[in-house]
């Protein structure tokens, strides 16, 4: 039977896949998606914590439930904002690459 | 059987998550991402969350990736060309991130509960739903509302972002 380290370790595995995403990835696409990836790192152990703390009368914390259900409703409104803001700059700089997006590099 | 399915799904999960990383073809990534989430909706139901396992089968592989999916062919975006790297900016990416890799690591084989088995459950094979919204609609209800603001609020900035002249 899997462990609640097993669980632990693969979320955080996949959250480390998803920031190498973040910080080596030159696509602002690319750099979204792993973000998303991160979020649903943190999901995947929330809910392992959830079946491993089981309340008093034999069921899974359903509190931490109730959280990943949250992250995924923001996760879904970030999705939304941060894509119309990638095509605004798209339709005004016609890139996604973030080396072209200098403009406020010190 | 348990234990199967969850190397299975945990390896299908992480291999799909790094092809996203590794893909040039911003198309072939969103498709690894979508392999990722349904690999990722089987380990939730492996942990007898089954609502969460819809939910995030519904949203997520459906709703957001069809979103990601339609801006990439409406920018029509190619694969990247290479350019120069920038070795520094490349080293210091795989330090962090090897460091992170250690430290996690060794933060999760340190917690006293990381070798314990789950719990067996009272009920199994039942619908959580009942269960989830309870919680939802007592407990949390000022937040289920609060969020049900920001969605409209963040409609509102998209409609407003999408107008064709930013003022």
Known sequence: MPTLGDYLLVSGLLFSIGLAGVLLRRNLLIIFMSLELMLNAANLSLVAFARHGVTAFGLPDYNAQVLVFFIITVAAAEVAVGLAIIVALYRLRQTTHVEDLNRMKF | ?167
């Open chain 2, 1 to 167: 059987m348990l234990t199967i399915l969850f190397w299975v799904f945990s390896v299908l999960m992480l291999a799909s998550a790094a092809a996203v990383v590794l893909f040039r073809n911003p198309v072939n990534s969103a498709m690894s991402l979508v392999l990722t989430f349904l690999a990722l909706a089987a380990l939730f139901v492996t942990l007898d969350a089954f609502f969460i396992g819809v939910i995030q089968v519904l949203v997520y592989a459906g709703a957001v990736m069809v979103l990601f999916l339609f801006i990439i062919m409406l920018l029509d975006l190619k694969a990247e060309t290479r350019r120069r790297l920038n070795i520094a900016a490349l080293a210091g990416g795989i330090a962090v991130l090897g460091g992170f890799v250690v430290l996690i690591t060794h933060v999760v084989k340190s917690l006293p509960a990381s070798a314990d088995h789950f719990p067996t459950l009272a009920r199994t094979g039942y619908s959580d739903a009942y269960d989830i919204g309870m919680t939802l609609f007592s407990d949390f209800n000022l937040p289920f509302q609060i969020i049900g603001v920001l969605l409209l609020v963040s409609t509102i900035g998209v409609v407003f972002l999408s107008r064709r002249s930013l003022r």
